[in-house]
């Protein structure tokens, strides 16, 4: 059958983080809960890509008819993780207009004279868009963590205070999807030599990404603190592999499909008189003919 | 050949508007400059794309780098001509991460408080992005001019303020890439009806558009005047049949590409030691081994 889904278990559940998840035993080649080939991959994420496409559209129709949804997918990863790349190939399936793709780097000084989630808040996407997060305030407890750019105490609030701030982001009607892309340290090197080695990707190599990994271990521990402190029923975290490209674009096309059915959304009702406005129609018809 | 791109002058000096344009003599069904089918559009639709995700990539990695060079489409068109149309198809060719699409609707009152150009400034894309206006400040000379929602004397001057404007904005590094959709008033009605027949359409309905409709000839006059007087060397216009989807979508595409071609951006040039950061990796591997 050309329709298989090739899932065996939904990558909500299969990647959703639970109680005792360690990364340490992770294994980032892995395909978790689906049992096809890359090619059988790319065919499905085509047809859930034209899926997404409908889906996003009928978000959009909602929000210009008033309603209150929207849609926030946050993207974490060590550097060459594949981020960028969910970007294009997963949000490249739909209207542009409906998305508003985000990269938080380092700080501006005058985003660091604000609390952490100013810059944050700032960037939600409006009603009836999907909005995208390459990096975001988890980053204060990431690299911030790892490299004490602030006290110990400061940063060990800012779990609580994250999980408060997402849990009123998603009352007001913002369905959060947070993925975590964990490459293997021997991926990652693969992918920083293949940036140097082509004069085209240059401008993505950055020497200082040698560096950072120089703190893996210490990255891990951050991003297990992570998991274990802000993984909550409102904004739930999932893993995904990302060794396998494939894999990951996949996975994160059906989170963010998935996450869209359920807020089974139809088309919205006509607010105008359907009948009233065919006749106006015809009337405009027959006096220009 | 497959490769024949079927453009027998190109739409940039096809369709750029001259000295003494009459766009009452105007036909919106005509394919100016093309002499392929549909079909044939589609497939160079599909080449241009790949070329056009190419140059985007390069004028984000410039933007990286420090570049200071944008590009900005302005879309304009009566309703119904396929400015959403544009964007869904045309940009969402490239990366979402280089686009920044923003729909100019009726002002807020914040906007209202301020001069006519603040709030479309503020929109101006980044270095290294493409900005995408679906409307844009020439709705002020427009559907302004068209209802009177200013004094003449307000709106008589905005031509040459918008002139200027533009003038300092491509000064600044933004190419100006500026579409007006034309689309016949029959195919208009054709498009009105089917939005009502489709109830997966009629978010997109909307009753005032027949009564916009009804002012066809004096926003004919105040689009003529339009490209009289805001066609200028730093900021031409371009008129675009739009009554062929497929047409509108393939000329916007060639527009935007060959737009992107004449800034003749390379990659940028590593900004580390190449050799180094090879030996750092090859140090890497063999401690990890």
């Known amino acids: 059958m050309g329709k298989r889904s090739h899932w065996r278990e939904h990558p909500a559940h299969a990647l959703r983080v639970d109680h005792g998840f360690r990364l340490e035993s992770f294994d ?13 991959a790319e065919r499905l994420m085509e047809r859930r890509g034209a899926d997404l496409a409908e889906l996003q559209e009928r978000l959009y129709a909602h929000g210009r008819a008033g ?8 993207l974490q990863g060590m550097d060459t993780a594949g981020k960028g790349g969910i970007v294009r190939h997963v949000l490249g399936m739909v209207d542009p207009q409906g998305v508003a793709s ?29 909005g995208v997060f390459d990096r975001s305030h988890y980053e204060d ?16 609030g800012r779990y609580s205070e994250i999980n408060e701030w997402e849990a009123q982001v998603a009352e007001r009607g913002t369905t959060i999807v947070k993925c975590a892309l964990m490459v293997s340290p021997e991926e990652q090197l693969n992918r920083i030599e293949e940036r140097l080695e082509r004069p085209d990707k240059h401008w993505k190599y950055n020497p200082g990404d040698l ?17 274990d402190r802000t993984s909550t029923p409102s904004a739930p975290w999932h893993v995904i592999p990302a060794d396998n490209k494939w894999y990951a674009r996949l996975a994160v096309t ?36």
Chains 1, 2 share one sequence.
């Open 67 to 74: 309603g209150d949804r929207s849609m926030l997918l946050v």
């Open 102 to 130: 985000r990269g938080f780097g380092v700080p501006t000084e005058e985003e660091r004279a604000h609390h952490f989630l100013w810059r944050i808040d700032r960037a939600l996407p409006q009603a009836g868009r999907i």
């Open 28 to 40: 980032a080649a892995a395909t978790p809960g689906f049992e096809g080939a890359q090619k059988h």
């Open 211 to 227: 560096d950072e990994r120089a703190h893996w271990p210490a990255y891990m521990e951050a991003y297990q603190a992570v998991l």
């Open 254 to 289: 059906e989170l963010l499909a998935s996450a869209l059915e359920s807020l089974e959304l139809g088309w919205p009702q006509a607010d105008f008189d359907v009948q009233a406005e065919r006749e106006r129609i015809a009337r405009l018809r027959s006096k220009e003919v």
């Open 141 to 156: 407890v990431l690299v911030v963590r790892v490299h004490g750019l602030v006290p110990e105490a400061v940063w060990q």
